[in-house]
């Protein structure tokens, strides 16, 4: 009696169970990979109700970072100022400009639309609920509010820099000697180590890594690599 299907129809099951594998194993890797903080998260830039400028208001007027955010220093988490923080500027420049109404609403009683409402700025950087960081303990330690946040003092929109993933916290606590800074440099954007050596030598340092090291022996600093460090 003849074969009724080819004998090409014995591998067919085979086939299909390979190309379904390959197809099972191609979606988790997209998933893998779609669902990092890299690319969740990196680039996010949203509108805010004020357009304001870090750019202008770092680069060009040379405003300090804690003028704003008075909280980073003494706090676990970074303040986003008051509208009284803005108006204490703005009463006096810029004033008419029509993108500060959302502001003159919040605070400006003599202003026609004012409804005393807080300003609803929209949060960028946010850890989960799942993490512990703490502010303060990283700036009275030397580290830059640039190196989680990026050239702030570039940015007309403040846009999502770097990852904030857990590996890359790790690689920070690994080699924070790569990060440090003198405290009086930490909310410089312009900083740079090698600059600052020359300006400034230090004994038996020839390298900002060397310094870096320096860094890291005089503020005592040994973070922990270990789950409880952020996961409390």
């Known amino acids: 009696m003849a074969n009724t299907f080819p004998r090409w129809c014995n591998l067919l099951p085979l086939k299909i169970a390979f190309c379904l594998l390959s197809v099972a194993v191609g979606l988790c890797a997209a998933f893998y990979y779609g669902a990092t903080p890299k690319t969740l998260v990196v680039g996010y830039q949203p509108a805010q109700p004020i357009p304001f400028s870090h750019k202008i208001h770092i680069d060009q007027l040379g405003m300090d970072c804690r003028y704003c955010h008075p909280f980073v220093e003494v706090s676990g988490h970074a303040n986003v100022p008051s509208a009284s923080t803005c108006w204490n500027c703005h009463q006096h420049v810029q004033l ?137």
Request: glycine share 6%; proline share 9%.
């Open 96 to 232: 008419e400009s029509p993108r500060l109404a959302p502001l003159r609403k919040s605070i400006d009683p003599a202003y026609p639309g004012y409804d005393g409402k807080p300003i609803e700025w929209v949060r960028v950087h946010k850890a989960p609920d799942y993490v512990y960081f703490n502010h303060s303990a990283h700036m009275n330690r030397g580290v830059s509010c640039q190196s989680c946040h990026g050239n702030v003092n570039q940015m007309d929109v403040i846009t999502h820099d770097q990852p904030l993933s857990m590996g890359w916290c790790l690689a920070c606590h690994r080699s924070p000697e790569n990060f440090l800074r003198p405290l009086e440099e930490v909310y410089r954007m312009d900083y740079n180590a090698q600059s600052f050596l020359t300006q400034h030598p230090q004994p038996g340092v020839q390298s900002p890594r060397e310094f870096g090291l320096k860094l890291k022996e005089r503020f005592k600093v040994n973070p922990k690599t270990t789950c409880t460090t952020c996961h409390r």
